[in-house]
Each structure stands twice: as structure tokens, then as C-alpha cells.
């Protein structure tokens, strides 16, 4: 059993940078694609970024390609996504997941994912 934890959420400035961190524990990460997802409110769940496995290419939401940059040490057990250039509509919870099965393809929307962690609340504001 997967257990995710993110931090580094907060309050930050249009503009800004955060780096968020996600935690695993319980196992390993590898094996499995870690994706980012974020629901802003009144909006359904979108995925922002998904690390594969093998290789650890990325792939990005067009709305956050050239701003955010997600990243993985499966040494660590941690997963990260830094994002830069903040925007007001950046404001959301984002989510930490892992999925097996998208390991290798980062086909997160087919194969769902199998472990959450609860989400961490970015405010962009001024």
C-alpha cells in the first residue's frame, strides 16, 4: 500500500514559484507513472504533468507546459513539481498519484490511477 503526502503548497504572487513535494511510503515508487492533478473550484480534476517510470519523460497540460516541470527520485521516494511563471489561474489543490498500470505510457486518463494523496492548496493571488 501507497502512501502519497504533498507539500509545499501556500499563498504566492502571479508571477511566483513553488516547488511542490510529494512523499511515498509504504512502498516503492518505482513501477509506477507519477502524475499531477489539480481541481480548482467549481472545475473538474485535470491532470498538470505525469513522470513515466522507465525513462522519466514528462508530459504536460498545454496551460502549464514552459512553466511548471515535474520530476521524480525514485532513490528518494519523492516526486516533485516545480512551477514558475504563477498565474491566477494556477489557484487550485493539486494532487499527488501514482498508477502502475500508466507506468510506462503515462496513460493516466485510461488506466486511472491507484494511489492519491489528500492535495495541497496553491493560492496565486496579489
Known amino acids: 500500500q501507497l502512501q502519497l503526502v504533498e507539500t509545499g503548497g501556500g499563498l504566492v504572487q502571479p508571477g511566483g514559484s513553488l516547488r511542490l513535494s510529494c512523499a511515498a511510503s509504504g512502498s516503492t515508487l518505482n513501477g509506477y507513472a507519477i502524475a499531477w492533478f489539480r481541481q480548482a473550484p467549481g472545475k473538474e480534476r485535470e491532470v498538470v504533468s505525469c513522470?513515466?517510470?522507465?525513462?522519466?519523460?514528462?508530459y504536460y497540460a498545454d496551460s502549464v507546459k514552459g512553466r511548471f516541470t515535474g520530476s521524480r527520485d525514485n532513490a528518494k521516494n519523492l516526486a516533485f513539481l516545480q512551477m514558475n511563471s504563477l498565474k491566477s489561474e494556477d489557484t487550485a489543490v493539486y494532487y499527488c498519484?501514482?498508477?502502475?498500470?500508466?507506468?510506462?505510457?503515462?496513460?493516466?486518463?485510461?488506466?486511472?490511477?491507484?494511489?492519491w494523496g489528500k492535495g495541497t492548496l496553491i493560492t496565486v493571488s496579489s
Open positions: 498519484a501514482a498508477s502502475r498500470a500508466a507506468g510506462s505510457s503515462c496513460l493516466v486518463r485510461h488506466y486511472g490511477m491507484d494511489y
Open positions: 513522470t513515466t517510470s522507465t525513462d522519466g519523460s514528462t
